[in-house]
């Protein structure tokens, strides 16, 4: 943007000096005449104009002593409007860099004036004139009291050059002069007419500034020196007088020069401006002169006067100002964390001319320190990056200084917080050091180094130096960290994308974890990975898949018990392990014997239950990061869902062969008595007047329909139960009826196998609850199937166990019996025994025994089958709960009729064991509610929200929320404060159930809750 000021083009001379030096002689010579201030203030201003490197604008302000606020005192571009905005401002204001140099009395730069805090809200008023940076630097008199200020605003964004800040400081000293010398003139006035008091106040004035004033002979011997000057010499007047430089103790070269600019002095007339150190009582110093005539009355010079200035301090602010600088410029361009480090520690060891330099992590907790790259100035230097014990370098409060910020430490061998551990320091050569810190989070802290070889004393510039490179480095190293993190965050997430569309594309679980350790193995660095099976007793495991084992490594692991080696104690714990981060120190010989170095092992769980394990391992890399280890456990849970899918998948499959299977046994079943009546009506045509003949027939014919209408009869019973229509009475009936029902619905097929039926009725006391015809056709069942599948001739025997809570029926056979695999599936739908020999023709739908399951279920028994195999025969066990109370109760499947389909009839299963909440809600739906399924408390909160339950069943020792905590948020969703609340927990003592009631849940089961009880909790929505 260009400047609305004047803006012609710099007319760049090699003569800049000179001009600079006739400037400065024309300002002396007119404040030895006695010119107007104002008029010399303005050239001052048009001085540092023309000495500008690049076009500027210049302005003096100066300190009213009354209000102690800047008023305008020169100015020769700045428009009116401006000054008048800034004139009077408040020193202490903190507005713009004039202030804030006026009372910090020194310099401030403001290299981008819309970026700098203390322009907020004013900085229009300088860029709205084109001007982007400004300095500002003090008016010091010789008191060091601050007269003003003296500014330059510069169009660009920059801070001025070296060459600038000279002339600055030059002009700003004459400035000091001019304005101190209006002011003594102003005062002499007054006290003219009494020149002694005059003349005392001057030599006071001379006799306390801090500047140096001195004045030669033509002899360069001093004719006059203050006593500032007496001080630094650490002289007497009466040991100096008349001495030149050389006599003082001035070193020869010193001596010389300033002989030589006294010569030119005289010889010019001019003054001569120089910068020399000088070392001294007060150590070496940099000082700035100036030398001017002093003019006799016949116009000659006869002596030349001097004013000397100590400048060390703001020497060395500029020094370390630039300094900062050029390494604020250095570090902008570097992209890695070590480059931002070694770039800092460099840049710093070599402007302190230190012995060492590093950057280091501090973890307290782990005592540990991480040493990042050294910048070592000497050849030959022990380089310490990497890991140290932090407590090998002092203790506790140590420490707490050492973390504390300005901490210094003279001579490791004398301070009494290192010197017990002076040794360790001295093994890597550090005798002295000073640290600033950074805290990085809780857990780190992050020190920023400086070493010597030798004892030094550290000084409080120093330290503001060091911790000025901390505040610059350690942000951009923090940024680059979090950059690369994001970039590998998302590197590891598209390989998790692709490893899911691996895990559910891919149907062979060896080829799916070959390709997913192919796409992963690059990005983490592993060369090893191994996946075990548990076998089905859980108590050893095999190798089922793996990757760069050696054949002598496959065959040691092909078989591990459950609880030996790392997996199999990841299988036995169902925790991970990961080395060497939490392995221990056996898990870690055994892995090198692999020569495995970094592992990382997972349990692969389904429903709480261990079914295999995952492990993945590198040969090369020492450990695998805490990122890391989140990608491979997310790896392990992906892992778990593909083998659970692929389960589901076979499921699925063996089911839809099941049902094939049970559509062609349908059709053959139905068949078979549909060609006797057929051929029974066609014969009735032609009998149809022989009774005689036709009476068999219709006998046949009958007992064939009676065959069709069991079949059908037990489709649509089990049509009914799984989809919630079938309904039953129940009732307190005797055992003994029922069986007796059962036994005379089968006597004709017994008696036409010839067996023989040994029957253990109950007495009649012993009670059921239940539906008299069903638990009949149930036990039916078992007895039509006992005869059917034992050869003629065959033992069945009905028996009665009773306990006080329980009833157990069992239906025992010597037939052919069932083999040990099939009996784990033998209950489900469309399952048949695989029957050979005479009896293979026997046929069946394989739901007879669906049958049985379902209704015993609605009943709250249970059913199980025992064999020993083919040819051994085979017995089945009923098991019913005994009934707490009386009288008839209406029990309903499934959706409870079609009333319960209007809304009234939802139930919320809340509880984090997935198997538990899925069995439940099976179970709700078999029963005919409408079921919402929910894993966790928040989740439930959500559904409930949704859906407005009738009743919640909410497990309690849920992780995140608890079962209490649930209902209490339940109860406050509009809408569920008349939800019925049961819990259903392990836990049931009566503290138990107490807070269970003041989350306002109505009933406390205690898990396993029998199906009788759930359906008690069910018969409530009724009332």
Known sequence: MSSPLANPPRNESPAADGRLLVAQKELLERIVRGEDLGEILEAIV???????????????????????????????????????????????????????????????????????????????????????????????????????????????????????????????????????????????????????????????????????????????????????????????????????????????????????????????????????????????????????????????????????????????????????????????????????????????GSFL???????????????????????????????????????????????????????????????PLTRENAANYLAVDILSYAVQPYKADEEKTVVLGVTSEKPRDWTAEELVLIESVMARTWPLVERVRAEKALRESGERLRLLWESASILLTTDDPQTMLQQLFDGISGQIGADVYFHFIVDEDGSSMSLRSHHGLTPEEQEFCRNLPVGGGVCGVIAETCKPVTVPSAGTE???????????????????????????????????????????????????????????????????????????????????????????????????????????????????????????????DDLIDVSRITRGKLEMRAEDIALKDVLTAATESVEPLLVARGHDLEVELPDAGVIVRGDLSRLSQVFSNLLNNAARYTPSGGKIRLGVEVTEETVTVSVADNGEGIEPEMQ?????????????????????????????????DLHGGSVDVRSEGSGKGSEFRITLPRPITRGPVAIESGIRAERRASGRGKILVVDDGVATADMLSLFFQLEGFETFTAYNGASGLEIAREHLPDMAFIDIGMPEMDGNETARRLRKIPGCGTVILVALTGWGQEEDRRKTQEAGFKHHLVKPAAPATLREMLSLLDR
């Open 353 to 415: 001319n230190a012995h060492r330099c590093y950057f280091v992590e501090c973890e307290v907790e782990e005592n540990r320190v991480r040493l990042g790259p050294n910048w070592l100035r000497d050849p030959g230097t022990a380089d310490l990056e990497g890991d140290l014990n932090l407590f090998d370098f002092g203790g506790r409060e140590w420490w707490e200084k050492y973390s504390s910020g300005n901490f210094v430490v003279r001579d490791v061998r004398e301070d």
């Open 46 to 348: 048009a001085v540092m104009e023309d000495q500008s490197s690049t076009w500027s604008v210049s302005t003096i302000m100066r300190v009213d002593p009354e209000s102690g606020c800047l008023m305008n005192a020169a100015s020769r571009r700045l428009p009116q409007s401006y000054l008048e905005s800034v004139n009077g401002i408040a020193v202490d204001s903190g507005i713009g860099t004039c202030p804030l140099a006026a009372e910090a009395n020194k310099p401030v730069f403001s290299p981008d004036v819309e970026a700098d805090p203390h322009w907020d809200g004013y900085h229009q008023l300088v860029t709205v004139l084109g001007l982007h940076s400004v300095w500002s630097l003090p008016i010091r008199g010789n008191d060091g009291r601050v007269l003003g200020t003296i500014s330059t605003y510069f169009p660009e964004k920059r801070l001025p050059d070296e060459r600038e800040i000279r002339v600055a400081n030059l002009m700003a000293d004459t400035a000091a002069l001019v304005i101190e010398k209006t002011e003594s003139a102003e005062k002499n006035r007054i006290l003219i007419q009494e020149t002694n008091h005059r003349k005392n106040l001057y030599e006071a004035a001379v006799a306390n500034t801090p500047d140096l004033v001195y004045v030669f002979d033509l002899d360069y011997r001093f004719a006059y020196a203050n006593p500032a000057l007496l001080r630094m010499w650490g002289k007497t007047w009466e040991e100096s007088a008349g001495k030149n430089c050389l006599e003082i103790g001035y070193e020869p070269w010193h001596a010389e020069m300033h002989g030589r600019e006294i010569d030119e002095v005289v010889r010019t007339r001019e003054l001569v401006k120089g910068e020399v150190p000088f070392s001294g009582p007060l150590g070496r110093r940099i000082y700035e002169y100036i030398l001017t005539p002093v003019i006799g009355e016949d116009g000659k010079v006869i002596a030349v006067s001097g004013i000397t200035r100590d400048v060390t301090e703001r020497k060395r602010e500029e020094e370390r100002a630039v300094f900062l600088a050029g390494l604020t410029r250095r570090l902008a361009v570097l992209s890695t964390e070590r480059e931002l480090m070694w770039a800092a520690a460099e840049e710093l």
């Open 824 to 856: 784990k599936s033998i209950f489900e739908m469309f399952t048949q025994v695989k029957r050979s020999g005479y009896r293979s023709t026997e046929g069946g739908l394989g739901i007879g025994l669906t049958l049985v399951r379902l209704i015993t």
């Open 586 to 712: 056996q898990h870690q010989a055994l892995l090198r014997q692999f020569g495995l170095k970094a592992y990382a092992g997972y349990p692969l769980l389904k429903d709480g239950r261990v079914f295999g394990t995952l492990s993945f391992a590198s040969r090369k890399r020492e450990s695998f990061s805490p990122e890391e280890l989140e990608f491979l456990e997310t790896i392990s849970r992906y892992v778990t869902a593909a083998g659970i899918r692929l389960e589901l998948v076979d499921s699925l499959r063996a089911a839809d062969r099941k049902k094939d299977e049970f559509l062609a046994t349908l059709a053959h079943e139905l068949r078979n008595p549909l060609a006797p009546i057929r051929t029974g009506v066609e014969v009735l045509k032609q009998v149809v007047d022989q009774p005689e003949k036709a009476a068999p027939l219709i006998g046949v014919m009958e007992r064939q329909t009676a065959q069709m209408v069991r079949l059908i």
